[in-house]
Nanobody, 112 residues
Framework: QVQLVESGGGLVQPGGSLRLSCAVP????????TNWYRQAPGKQREFVAS???????NYADSVKGRFTIARDNAKNTVYLQMNGLKPEDTAVYYCNVLGHLWGQGTQVTVSS
């Protein structure tokens, strides 16, 4: 069974930073784009960012200029660097590949 493993969530004050990590099995990592989604309480899951194997990136308008997605090909890992965090960024963040493969999620809470 394919497993995506996220880490790096936590509690941070507004304006702070966090970096999330997603470990992806190598055979998938090298071929398919990796995506980050998030789901806040009472809201639908929404797209945050994606990166292709060649490094092309795409971001939701709400995070452009604050979040950066990157990949480490030697570690089969995708990162989401989140700067300038706002309370509205509070959510469970999920790693996703192929549309139907999901990690367990990692909680990000932005609060003073």
């Amino acid at each position: 069974q394919v497993q995506l493993v996220e880490s790096g969530g936590g509690l941070v004050q507004p304006g702070g930073s966090l970096r999330l990590s997603c470990a992806v099995p190598g055979n998938i990592f090298r071929i398919y784009a990796t995506n980050w989604y998030r789901q806040a309480p009472g809201k639908q899951r929404e797209f945050v960012a994606s990166i292709t194997p060649r490094g092309s990136t795409n971001y939701a308008d709400s995070v452009k200029g604050r979040f950066t997605i990157a990949r480490d090909n030697a570690k089969n890992t995708v990162y989401l660097q989140m700067n300038g965090l706002k309370p509205e960024d509070t959510a469970v963040y999920y790693c996703n590949v192929l549309g139907h493969l999901w990690g367990q999620g990692t909680q990000v809470t932005v609060s003073s």
